[in-house]
């Protein structure tokens, strides 16, 4: 096998071993250490049984909702070259990918809450607390993961079936459905296991809305703080063989799984097709901005017009708030340089198929990507335990494992695009290894690197659920902002820890966006 390294390849290859020894011992085997725990933990009790049924009915709905919205939406992202708004679009979708879901969960709160209640006159808000806020919130921030997922695929297909179509009289609606819609499937089957898994772990922004609705995320840190470890492994191990069997489920369909196509009718589809696209855009339109983005930004416009200089001065003087900002950014920091100096060699096994050894990594760290955090925290909470780590060292193996794909991916991806020939042609001229890599290799993953290190690090800043089950003194912000909220403390003070964690999370996906045009100029 050639890397294009000449006489280094045993040094790659030891670099090779000993990434993929860590990926193993402190990525993939802590957060699934929890399933040999609860094989003598005894079955679910009612109350896991309700919780988890609670939570594959939320995730369901949600994730139906969001292939309703999220299918029209990609189609237009995706073939709307000419539209003036698509750009801004693309990007104002992508923001509650890295808003700290605590942070949604307050401004989706306040907006159903609030917003549309004072809008229409209902006292006490027009949504309370439960399973609908719940949902809602969800849709939020699982959106984007089916339009990603779909806008991906559609971007892939060949446009010479649709165009031979057309001119044979097919109208749009009839063309989209029974030849681009079966050609993309693969997308919207992706797109759906992500936005399902997602909502089936989320706990931190869940805890905020969901009131006395229990759900499984949810549970597990109920139970864990109450000492019952038993039943939060059974629960545990539950989401977790759950969330493997969709993604298994999802691997069978996206290569078998067929789009019907039994009749056309070409009367009233061509109608369809000429009325009915506009209304069509116009409701696809609607129900994103008012379900995904006014949720989304409805924290900042409420805080922009209420939050005083005196809040800043709170905010710097208030020295628990301000340590657990300091806190969450060290460790976002810490794990996405760890997660960084792991993927990179990984990456290049992965890719190149190094010990014939890269499809069993992807399919392993697509396990670990799937795992609901509060199961994984927990887990990892077992398995170092008997250690007796620090807190602060146990948040950075949590939160490393479930960051550590979001890093892999794209960096994968981008050296599977390298042409090994390349490298070997800068060989033969007498280049060295760190060299080449500098010169020739690293400028064409550059992109995905900054990609993969804006989405680790912005994960890692979110996350709660995970949190809350390896660390009970340790707060950070999103940490911070659930115990605010959920104590009715939300003041001018945490509104504004809320918009500048908002505020950095939109320069953020500025900068992911520029790197990702760079790339696709590349």
Request: glycine share 8%; net charge positive.
């Amino acid at each position: 096998m050639s890397l294009g390294l000449g006489s280094d390849f045993g040094r790659v290859e030891t670099l090779c071993v000993g990434a993929l020894a860590f990926f193993l011992i402190f990525i993939f085997l802590p957060p699934v250490y929890v399933l040999t725990y609860a094989f003598g933990a005894g079955g679910l009790d009612d109350h896991g049984t309700r919780a988890l049924i609670n939570s594959f009915t939320v995730a369901f709905v949600v994730t139906v909702v969001d292939l309703l919205i999220g299918l029209p939406v990609s189609w237009i992202l995706a073939r709307g070259r000419g539209l003036r708004f698509r750009q801004a679009l693309d990007t104002l979708i992508d923001m509650p990918l890295v808003v700290p879901t605590a942070v949604l969960g307050i401004s989706t709160y306040y907006f159903w809450g609030d917003g549309v209640g004072s809008l229409l006159g209902v006292e006490g808000g027009l949504i309370g607390k439960g399973p609908i806020l719940l949902a809602l919130l969800h849709i939020v921030f699982t959106f984007p993961y089916v339009v990603r997922s779909i806008v991906a695929a559609i971007s892939q297909l060949d446009r010479n079936h649709e165009q031979a179509a057309t001119m044979l009289g097919a109208p749009p609606f009839t063309v989209f459905r029974t030849i681009s819609l079966p050609l993309f499937r693969a997308g919207v089957v992706s797109g759906a296991v992500l936005a399902f898994t997602r909502s089936l772990s989320e706990t931190g922004a869940t805890l905020m809305v969901a009131g006395l609705y229990s759900t499984a995320p949810t549970t597990v840190v109920a139970l864990k703080k109450a000492g019952d470890i038993s039943s939060a492994a059974a629960v545990s191990a539950a989401l977790i063989a759950s969330a493997v069997i969709v993604l298994l489920a999802a691997r069978l369909l996206s290569g078998g799984f067929r789009v019907p196509v039994v009749h056309v009718w070409p009367q009233a589809e061509r109608t369809l097709g000429r009325g009915g696209m506009g209304v069509r855009d116009v409701i696809s339109a609607f129900a994103v901005a008012s379900l995904v983005l006014a949720p989304t930004f409805y924290i900042v416009l409420k805080g922009v017009g209420s939050v005083h200089q005196a809040a800043f001065v709170s905010l710097i003087s208030d020295w628990t708030l301000l340590s657990s900002i300091i806190v969450s950014f060290v460790l976002g920091f810490a794990v996405t340089a760890i997660n960084l100096a792991v993927a990179l060699p990984l990456a290049l096994l992965v890719s190149r198929n190094i010990f014939r050894a890269g499809p069993a990594v992807e399919l392993l760290s697509e396990v670990i990507l799937i795992v609901p955090t509060s199961a994984l925290g927990l887990s990892i909470a077992l398995f170092w335990g008997h250690l007796k780590l620090a807190e602060p060292l146990m948040l950075v193996f949590a939160h490393l494992s479930f960051t550590f794909p979001l890093m892999l991916k794209p960096i994968a991806a981008a050296f599977s695009a390298v042409d090994p020939g390349l490298e070997e042609v800068a060989r033969t001229l007498g280049a060295r290894r760190l060299t080449v890599f500098k010169t020739v290799v690293y400028p064409l993953i550059r992109p995905a690197i900054v990609a993969g290190v804006i989405m680790t690090f912005m994960r890692s800043l979110s996350e709660t659920g995970a949190t809350l089950s390896v660390s009970d003194k340790v707060k950070t912000v999103p940490v911070l902002l659930v115990d605010a909220f959920m104590g009715g403390k939300v003041d001018d003070k945490t509104t504004l820890a809320c918009i500048l964690l908002f505020t950095a999370s939109f320069i953020l996906i500025m900068a992911l966006k520029a790197a990702d045009k760079k790339n696709a100029k590349r």
